[in-house]
């Protein structure tokens, strides 16, 4: 009924930028909390940055400083951009959405599938 499609990553070295984005379609409501997750090799996945519908955010200790998520509702999208980048922020990043489909008062939580970060030099 939604669907989350991530883009943007790749290959950067170590001091670069990438920026992500994850666009939302589909039965679209309402979107609410819009989150960035990463998961390395052989670790859990976490919670790297989230932005409510108002614009309020909060990120994790290890990107602070370095990540900035924000969000366009117009377009359903939200953004994650990572400047100074360390080889320990390799992973895959999901972008992660609350909405709520149209024509019912449902909430769901949806994911994307997910899109590599590599930073090496």
């Known amino acids: 009924q939604v669907q989350l499609v991530e883009s943007g990553g790749g290959l950067v070295q170590p001091g670069g930028s990438l920026r992500l984005s994850c666009a939302a379609s589909?039965?679209?409501?309402?979107?609410?909390?819009m989150r960035w997750y990463r998961q390395a090799p052989g670790k859990q996945r976490g919670l790297v940055a989230a932005i409510a519908n108002d614009g309020n955010t909060n990120y994790a200790d290890s990107v602070k400083g370095r990540f900035t998520i924000s969000r366009e509702n117009a377009k359903n999208t939200v953004f994650l951009q990572m400047n100074s980048l360390k080889p320990e922020d390799t992973a895959v990043y999901y972008c992660?959405?609350?909405?709520?489909?149209?024509?019912?008062?449902?909430?769901?939580?949806?994911w994307g599938q997910g899109t590599q970060v590599t930073v090496s030099s």
């Open positions: 589909g039965r679209i409501g309402s979107m609410y909390t």
């Open positions: 992660n959405a609350v909405v709520r489909v149209a024509g019912t008062l449902r909430y769901d939580d949806y």
